[in-house]
């Protein structure tokens, strides 16, 4: 079983940045896919940034040119750099990706999600 620990989230002013990162527990080779999501209070999970197994990435027309997601292998970890921040851009983030390893195979996990928040 892979798991993915997401971190990075925190309080931030409007106009500021994080960056987020989602860890893969265990022995994997790489992250054939990812994807980080959000869920603001009272609203539906929303896809954020992607990237897919032919290094395709895509992103929510309402980030497009603030936030850049992209993986380390060997670091086992895949980031989501997000920079002016507004109070829009307020949710729980999570990491979904699906890694793979000559022991699984490919694996699809989640993250248990990290809070973003944004003050104006």
């Known amino acids: 079983q892979v798991q993915l620990v997401e971190s990075g989230g925190g309080l931030v002013q409007a106009g500021g940045s994080l960056r987020l990162s989602c860890v893969a527990s265990?022995?994997?080779?790489?992250?054939?896919?990812a994807r980080w999501y959000r869920q603001a209070p009272g609203k539906q999970r929303e896809l954020v940034a992607g990237?897919?197994?032919?290094?395709?990435?895509n992103y929510a027309d309402s980030v497009k040119g603030r936030f850049a997601i992209s993986k380390d292998d060997v670091k086992k970890t895949v980031y989501l750099q997000m920079n002016t921040l507004n109070p829009a851009d307020t949710a729980v983030y999570y990491c979904?990706?699906?890694?793979?390893?000559?022991?699984?195979?490919?694996?699809?996990?989640w993250g248990q999600g990290t809070q973003v928040t944004v003050s104006s």
């Open positions: 265990g022995s994997i080779l790489r992250f054939n896919a």
């Open positions: 979904n990706a699906e890694t793979y390893s000559n022991t699984r195979g490919f694996f699809n996990s």
């Open positions: 990237f897919t197994s032919d290094g395709i990435t």
